[in-house]
């Protein structure tokens, strides 16, 4: 069965190649349009093309992407030919091997959850024609949503942990800061992992801070693997998949625990998530807002202060 034709393609591009990308598109007569957060966006013939100013980033949407990239993109603004050999340029993404993710550490609700999956050259091909990539990529809880259950039914072998506020809270007091704790809840989850893959050589997981605490975390069989920890690890399609599997699992944790306090439980630190901190202390005091939230975050401090002098 052929693989389905590329329909969206992304690659970090520098600021040059993104000034030469848009002389050729200018030349080809290509429509231009402001978008938000973009150097500039067009349309040709059967392309979309947006340069994002983080990154420099350039996306590319449409039937006609792969001869675009094969014929202008790679020849003329690369210079070098990668689609279709990203075997030959990174062949550790297609070996066999765990990622590791998480969701949550940031967010002041909800829980932190920790994911793991496996690849072999076959799946790490089928995520890539998925359209798997790292969950903060992802704008819409919808999409998360719809590639965990496609994941699911290419039967991704995957485990999560979730650690809801009230666990997650105890294990900080335990552990003493988050890079433990997350270091804690990787090990289990290759160990979780390897009881389901025995066999597999390889763990790769974002690097930690100090990289020591991921490898002195390690159990029993985490220990006979080689762990690999680096930058931009997402970039992986086992990384990528348990990032939206835990992204998945984050989200759903709020999707349901938001009508049991009867206020929408949101994503980050914004002014919306501590004015609703601020309800939550009201309604149920300091002890109820930690069955919500990560107490060791400063916005627990805030939260609890504004609600006394409201």
């Not at 080809?28 to 980033?57: H, R």
């Not at 919808?142 to 009230?166: C, F, N, S, W």
Request: neutral net charge; charged residues 25%.
């Amino acid at each position: 069965m052929p693989a389905p034709a590329l329909t969206t393609y992304t690659k970090v591009i520098t600021e040059l190649q993104a000034a030469k990308l848009r002389s050729i598109l200018e030349e080809k007569g290509w429509e231009f349009e402001a978008k938000p957060y973009t150097l500039y966006a067009a349309a040709g013939p059967k392309v979309n093309v947006a340069v994002y100013e983080k990154g420099p980033k350039v996306v590319l949407q449409g039937k006609g992407i792969e001869d675009f990239i094969k014929f202008t993109f790679e020849p003329e603004v690369l210079g070098a030919a990668e689609l279709g050999y990203e075997e030959v340029h990174n062949p550790s993404m297609f070996a066999p091997h765990i990622g590791v993710d998480e969701s949550g550490k940031g967010d002041f609700f909800g829980p932190l959850v920790i994911a793991g999956a496996y690849v072999d050259a076959d799946m790490a091909r089928t995520l890539r024609e998925m359209g798997v990539v790292d969950s903060k990529r992802i704008g819409s809880d919808a999409k998360i949503y719809e590639l965990a259950r496609d994941m699911r039914q290419a039967q991704v072998i995957h485990e999560t942990i979730v650690i809801g506020p009230e666990r997650y809270n105890e294990l900080y007091a335990k552990f003493g800061n988050l890079n433990k704790l997350l270091a804690w809840g990787h090990a289990r989850i290759i160990e979780n992992m390897l009881a389901r893959v025995p066999d597999c050589p390889r763990a790769l997981s974002d690097q930690f801070a100090n990289p020591r605490v991921l490898q002195q975390a390690l159990q029993e069989k985490g220990r006979g693997i080689i762990l690999e920890q680096r930058t931009k690890a997402e970039s992986d399609p086992a990384v990528a998949a348990a990032s939206i599997f835990a992204r998945e699992k984050f989200v759903q944790w709020l999707d349901q625990n938001s009508p049991k306090i009867g206020f929408t439980l949101g994503k980050g630190v914004s002014a919306s998530v501590k004015a609703t901190g601020v309800k939550i202390v009201q309604k149920l005091g300091v002890e109820g807002l930690a069955k919500f939230s990560k107490m060791h975050f400063r916005t627990a401090q805030e939260v609890s202060a504004a609600s006394s002098s409201t």
